[in-house]
C-alpha cells in the first residue's frame, strides 16, 4: 500500500464510526465496562466521535503534506497503549501504520476490547493491513517503541526498551488559563476539559489559573450542568473520600456538591478535585507556565486550545508535543 491508500484506508474507518447507531456504541461500551467501569456509554460514544473526527481524508491529508513518508524499510513498532480512557493509543496505531511500519500492540488489560474491535474493522476494510498488525502479550523482537503510561511505568519502559529508538510518554495533565473577560458560554464548555472522561486523561483539565480577584464561584455555578458525573458510582466514592479528608483535615475548599475547588500550587489533582491558583500579572503566570512545561499536555484559555475542545485532538496535536511521524521517519 503507498501512502495514499493507507490515509483512504483510515478515512473509511471513520466513516464507519460515523454510521454507528447508539444502540451499537452502547453494545461495545457494555462490553468495554467489562475491563474497565469508567467507560460509560457516554465516554465511549465521545472517543468514537473524536477518532472519526481525527481521521477525516481533509485532515489526513493536511498533517501528513509537510513530511516526506517514503518508507523503504519499514520497521516493527511496538506500542504500548494506556487505558485511562476509551482507545487512548489509537493515534500511536494510526501513526505507526499511516508511516508504512508494522504494528506491535500491547493493549492494556483496561481497554483491550475496544482496541481490537478499530484493529478489526481496519483489517476488514483493507485486508493488507493483517500482515501490518499483531496484538502480543509481550514486545518482543522490535525494532522501536512508542509507550505511555505513568512516571513510574516509564522507569520500567527505560529499563527494557532504553536501547532501543523510543517515546516514552509520563503522566501529563492540562491547565486552564482564565483572564477575566470569558463568557459564562466559555466557562460552560470549560467544564467539558474538567468532566469529560470524568477527568482521568492527560488532556483533561486539572488546575485553573485565575486572576487576582476574581470570583471563581462564576466558574462553578458554570458547572452546574455537569452535576449528573456525580450519579456515577464510582465517581461518588471519589469525591465523598477526598471531601471527608479536607473536612478532617480542616483544609480550605470549595464544594459544588459534585466538584471540589482547592487553592494551592500544587499541579495535578485527583480525581474530582480541581487545583486552582491565582496570578497577578499575565508575565509572571508565564514564567510560571514554563517551569511545569514537562508536566503539562495543553493548556486552555483564549489564545490556547478552545474553551471545550481539550478532548478533541487534531491528528498533529501530538502527546508531549513530540512529533511521531518525524520520529518514525528516523528508525
Avoid at 465523598?240 to 471540589?260: A, C, E, V
Avoid at 508565564?286 to 478552545?306: A, N, R, S
Wanted: glycine share 6%; with cysteine.
Amino acid at each position: 500500500m503507498n501512502l495514499k491508500d493507507r490515509i483512504g484506508a483510515f478515512a473509511k474507518l471513520g466513516e464507519r464510526i460515523n454510521a454507528l447507531k447508539e444502540d451499537e456504541v452502547n453494545k461495545y461500551a457494555s462490553l468495554a465496562r467489562r475491563e474497565n467501569p469508567w467507560f460509560t456509554d457516554s465516554n465511549v460514544k465521545l472517543a468514537f466521535e473524536g477518532i472519526a473526527s481525527m481521521i477525516e481524508a481533509q485532515k489526513l491529508n493536511k498533517w501528513l503534506l509537510p513530511y516526506e513518508i517514503n518508507t523503504q524499510v519499514p520497521r516493527i513498532v511496538g506500542i504500548v497503549m494506556a487505558g485511562n480512557i476509551p482507545m487512548v493509543g489509537f493515534h500511536d496505531l494510526l501513526a505507526v501504520l499511516v508511516s508504512g511500519h508494522y504494528a506491535a500492540v500491547k493493549t492494556s488489560n483496561k481497554d483491550s476490547s475496544l482496541v481490537k474491535l478499530i484493529i478489526e474493522w481496519l483489517i476488514e476494510i483493507v485486508p493488507d493491513f493483517k500482515k501490518n498488525i499483531s496484538i502480543r502479550d509481550r514486545l518482543t523482537n522490535i525494532d522501536a517503541v512508542i509507550a505511555t503510561g505513568s512516571d513510574n511505568t516509564a522507569r520500567y519502559f527505560h529499563y527494557y526498551f532504553g536501547k532501543l529508538p523510543n517515546i516514552i510518554r509520563k503522566n501529563r495533565v492540562s491547565v486552564a488559563i482564565i483572564d477575566g473577560t470569558e463568557s459564562r458560554e466559555e466557562l460552560a464548555a470549560l467544564g467539558n476539559d474538567v468532566f469529560s472522561y470524568f477527568g482521568m486523561g492527560c488532556r483533561n483539565v486539572s488546575k485553573i489559573f485565575f486572576p487576582v480577584g476574581y470570583d471563581v464561584k462564576q466558574i462553578l455555578d458554570a458547572f452546574a450542568t455537569y452535576e449528573s458525573v456525580g450519579d456515577n458510582h464510582k465517581y461518588r466514592n471519589n469525591y465523598d473520600y477526598h471531601k471527608s479528608i479536607y473536612l478532617i483535615n480542616k483544609t480550605p475548599h470549595l464544594d459544588s456538591g459534585f466538584l471540589l475547588w482547592r487553592e494551592t500550587e500544587e499541579l495535578v489533582s485527583p480525581l474530582t478535585v480541581l487545583y486552582a491558583e491565582s496570578y497577578t500579572d499575565k508575565r509572571s503566570l508565564t514564567e510560571k507556565l514554563k517551569t511545569l512545561d514537562t508536566k503539562i499536555q495543553c493548556k486552555v484559555g483564549h489564545g490556547f486550545v478552545p474553551f471545550g475542545q481539550a478532548q478533541c485532538p487534531e491528528p498533529w496535536d501530538y502527546a508531549d508535543s513530540i512529533d511521531t511521524i518525524k520520529f518514525l521517519s528516523t528508525i
